[in-house]
């Protein structure tokens, strides 16, 4: 069974400062690896995603990940926080032949302190 | 081009009831995928549609179904409503079925009480 694990409930940056949000998964087959922000009172928008191309990957707003096999991991980082980031984050595995089911992480909270 | 459009985006249910909640896919998407997201948690993959057919389940009870349309709208149904209902239900639409990219609406809150 896939599962994945957001380490830290809560994470506190000041502006300008790297953000580092940690994701490790778990996977019986090479998985697909998302993360997703959530803003107050919204749907999931989706950052950034790793099939199985480039282990490193860019996403939008300058957030990036590696994916890690040797670590099962997936963090996501972001050399200089701003205000604007300040949201819930949520690390998603799914399996390559079922990317319609998303297992999601418990979500990390990010707060930009200025 | 609409995204994925949800309602009602609040709804109270007394325990016992029934509720119907609604989604407008993205233009030209035909699968549908619902999610249930509890105060504090990541979301719960409850089902997906395609094509009008159920194509996957997640851990709950036959009490939550659904429907899509030949428009490939959805609907989510829930009887018999408990508290522990009470959370955020997601709907996400996808071009095709093996998509990786999922587009998410904002969402009805609903309550129980």
């Known amino acids: 069974a896939q599962s994945v694990t957001q380490l830290g409930s809560h994470v506190s940056v000041s502006e300008g400062a790297l953000v580092l949000l940690r994701c490790n998964y778990s996977?019986?087959?090479?998985?697909?690896l998302f993360w997703y922000v959530q803003y107050p009172n919204q749907g999931l928008q989706l950052l950034l995603k790793y099939t199985s191309a480039a282990t490193l990957v860019k996403g939008i707003n300058g957030f990036e990940a590696e994916f890690k096999k040797s670590e099962t991991s997936f963090h996501l980082t972001k050399p200089s926080a701003h205000m604007s980031d300040a949201a819930e984050y949520f690390c998603a595995v799914s399996d390559p032949g079922n990317t319609g089911k998303l297992i999601f992480g418990q979500g990390t909270t990010l707060q930009v302190k200025p | 081009e609409t995204g994925v459009t949800q309602s009602p985006t609040h709804l109270i249910k007394t325990r016992g009831q029934q509720v119907t909640l609604r989604c407008s896919s993205q233009s030209g998407h035909n699968t549908v995928s619902w999610y249930q997201q509890a105060l504090g948690q990541g979301p719960q993959f409850i089902f997906q549609y395609y094509r009008e057919e159920e194509n996957g389940r997640g851990n709950f009870p036959p009490r939550f179904s659904g429907l899509q349309f030949p428009n490939y709208s959805s609907e989510l149904n829930v009887n018999a409503l408990e508290l522990d209902d009470s959370a955020l239900y997601l709907c996400?639409?996808?071009?095709?079925?093996?998509?990786?990219?999922?587009?998410f609406g904002q969402g009805t809150r609903l309550t129980v009480v």
């Open positions: 996977s019986s087959v090479p998985p697909y």
């Open positions: 996400a639409s996808s071009l095709y079925r093996f998509d990786t990219e999922a587009f």
